[in-house]
């Protein structure tokens, strides 16, 4: 019920990897020390039921954001922030205009919990199923397309 990213579209692990102005972790990313970008979970109900699919996805922030979220990033009540504005830079393959440059809203949650990345309310199919949920058989679509992605990207 969970598909994550593992880095930003964005990240090149040959120039970055190694650079010291660029960082990658489970939770943060920077490159070049001017682009700042969080992972979050886009999560999206399952309707006639009570889960909950989600995206792990990375959105990219303002430096003054990374900056506020670094400094609470252990802070219990840091989930009363007010959400920063950010930009997704995860492309979901699964649908058919892509998902990079959606405008999103970064929800800070309490210590331990990754944000919730709340999309702009648009057309965009992966905001309409943020907004409206999706079917068990869409859940499925999904796990089937992203398990042929990933043997695709073995071959």
């Known amino acids: 019920m969970n598909y994550t990213a593992e880095a930003p579209a964005v990240w090149d692990p040959e120039a970055f990897t190694d650079a010291e102005d660029c960082l990658l972790c489970a939770d943060q990313c920077v490159v070049r020390a001017q682009h700042y970008f969080v992972k979050g979970m886009i999560e999206i109900p399952v309707i006639g039921g009570d889960e909950t699919f989600?995206?792990?996805?990375?959105?990219?922030?303002?430096?003054?954001?990374?900056?506020?979220?670094?400094?609470?990033?252990?802070?219990?009540?840091?989930?009363?922030?007010?959400?920063?504005?950010?930009?997704?830079?995860?492309?979901?393959?699964?649908?058919?205009?892509?998902?990079?440059?959606?405008?999103?809203?970064?929800?800070?949650?309490?210590?331990?919990?990754?944000?919730?990345?709340?999309?702009?309310?648009?057309?965009?199919?992966?905001?309409?199923e943020q907004r409206t949920g999706i079917s068990l058989d869409r859940v499925r679509e999904i796990a089937a397309a992203v398990l042929h992605a990933g043997e695709d990207a073995q071959r």
Do not use: C, M, Q
């Open 54 to 128: 989600s995206w792990g996805v990375w959105v990219s922030i303002s430096r003054d954001s990374f900056s506020r979220a670094a400094d609470l990033w252990d802070t219990p009540g840091r989930e009363s922030e007010k959400p920063s504005f950010g930009w997704l830079t995860t492309d979901l393959p699964v649908y058919p205009a892509t998902t990079l440059n959606l405008k999103t809203y970064v929800h800070t949650r309490p210590v331990g919990e990754r944000p919730f990345v709340e999309l702009e309310p648009t057309d965009h199919p992966l905001a309409v």
